[in-house]
């Protein structure tokens, strides 16, 4: 057990809706990291919140946003869903805002969204 | 674009073989270097990493070796165990960076 809760597990929706995904991180890490991961594809990185403010931003479509709240849990907000946005998204969090040393990322086991 | 690259999607070793994970990437600023082992249904886990100050880093029946002027990574892992059987993701980054860039991942098999 990482210690990072993702929910929920599953989700199913369909084209043009809005979904809500949510992550807790371990106690005490103070950034979250979210991750998309298409079929057979690697883990796409979406976005970084450390300490309630964005830190970096990756290939995050205008349609999904995120915030981290003041208990440092995060929310990624996905809407007017694609057939395309089917996939794994990953919440990650660790104790420190860099990607150097020391600052290894824990990862949730994932929300599995399938849009139909 | 693809600063991390795996290009074997797969792998399968006999157990109590070595297994030889390789991972290259395209930027030089790169300078820490992680692995991950993903089983289905779970997130990845952090296995072992490698700062550029080093070429090697042993844990265990895990090694990873780093190969700079190639730009060029591999895990290494003796004796394979068929619970050794995962996804594998190969991760770089900076220390001015505030991201890690994953490769695809391989998928290893090892048979019993």
């Known amino acids: 057990d990482s210690g990072v809760t993702q929910t929920p597990k599953h989700l199913i929706t369909a084209t043009g809706q809005r979904v809500t995904l949510r992550c807790s991180p371990r106690?005490?890490?103070?950034?979250v990291y979210w991750y998309q991961q298409s079929l057979d594809q690697g883990l796409q990185f979406l976005i970084q919140?450390?300490?309630?403010?964005?830190?970096a931003k990756g290939n995050i479509l205008e349609r999904f946003s995120a915030q981290q709240f003041p208990d440092l849990h995060s929310e990624l907000n996905l809407s007017s869903l694609e057939l395309g946005d089917s996939a794994l998204y990953f919440c990650a969090s660790s104790p420190r805002g860099g990607a150097g040393a020391k600052n290894i990322q824990y990862f949730g086991a994932g929300t599995r969204l399938s849009v139909l | 674009d693809q600063q991390v690259k795996q290009n074997s999607p797969s792998l399968s070793v006999q157990e109590g073989r070595i297994s030889i994970l390789n991972c290259d990437y395209t930027?030089?600023?790169?300078?820490?270097f992680l692995w991950y082992k993903k089983y289905p249904a779970e997130g990845p886990t952090f296995l072992i990493s490698?700062?550029?100050?080093?070429d090697k880093n042993e844990d265990g029946r895990f090694t990873v070796f780093l190969n700079k002027s190639a730009k060029h990574l591999s895990l290494h892992i003796v004796p394979s165990q068929p619970g050794d059987s995962a996804v594998y993701f190969c991760a770089a980054s900076a220390r001015n960076f505030n991201k890690f860039y994953f490769g695809s991942g391989t998928k290893l098999n090892v048979k019993p």
């Open positions: 919140y450390y300490n309630g403010e964005e830190r």
């Open positions: 106690s005490g890490d103070l950034s």
């Open positions: 490698i700062s550029s100050i080093k």
């Open positions: 930027n030089s600023m790169f300078d820490y």
